[in-house]
């Protein structure tokens, strides 16, 4: 599979990389949330 320049402008495959860029900035934050959450718990007496 060859990615022309044209694709990369293609409306679907931009939509496609938005998803994929937006998902995976919520999964990341979701994450650091979590590890904040846990270590602040575990600092606690």
Do not use: K
């Not at 495959?13 to 949330?33: A, D, N, P, R």
């Amino acid at each position: 599979m060859q990615m022309h320049p044209e694709d990369v402008m293609n409306a679907d495959m931009l939509s496609e990389i938005l998803l994929l860029v937006s998902g995976s900035l919520i999964f990341v934050m979701l994450l650091l949330i979590l590890v904040a959450a846990l270590t602040q718990t575990a600092a606690l007496p």
